[in-house]
């Protein structure tokens, strides 16, 4: 007899244009679901990770929870070259269960530039 594990139901957040550096301008990039009728404590495991680097360099970037001074990382940061589109799937990415809204920043931009993210998640509680 095999033993299955029972898997979350994957959503796929939007594309985040973060368009400002430094942690003080970390924007969210997923949600945590709130629904009034739910009972617990909501999560999720980031599954997949997809960026594209419209911002003119090379720059890393950093993903976790909060913005400014209580940013926390749950993630590495990713190094995300100039101009291409990186992507991050399951086998690629830590298992890390977070329990609040999934914020991202980067360390520079150049005048104008930006970068588009979106994350792929695994609901969990």
């Known amino acids: 007899m095999e033993t299955q594990m029972e898997r979350g139901v994957l959503v796929s957040g939007g594309v985040v244009n973060i368009a400002a550096a430094a942690a003080a301008n970390a924007a969210a990039i997923f949600q945590v679901s709130n629904f009034a009728q739910q009972i617990g404590t909501k999560s999720f495991k980031p599954r997949k990770l997809l960026v594209r680097n419209n911002a003119g360099g090379t720059l890393w970037l950093s993903l976790g929870t909060g913005v400014g001074v209580g940013f926390a990382d749950a993630l590495p940061p990713v190094r995300v070259m100039n101009n291409l589109d990186s992507s991050w799937q399951e086998t690629e990415l830590p298992e890390v269960e977070i329990f609040a809204d999934m914020t991202a920043f980067v360390d520079a931009l150049v005048a ?4 588009d993210v979106q994350v792929e998640v ?4």
């Open 112 to 115: 104008g530039g930006s970068v």
């Open 122 to 125: 695994e609901e969990v509680g």
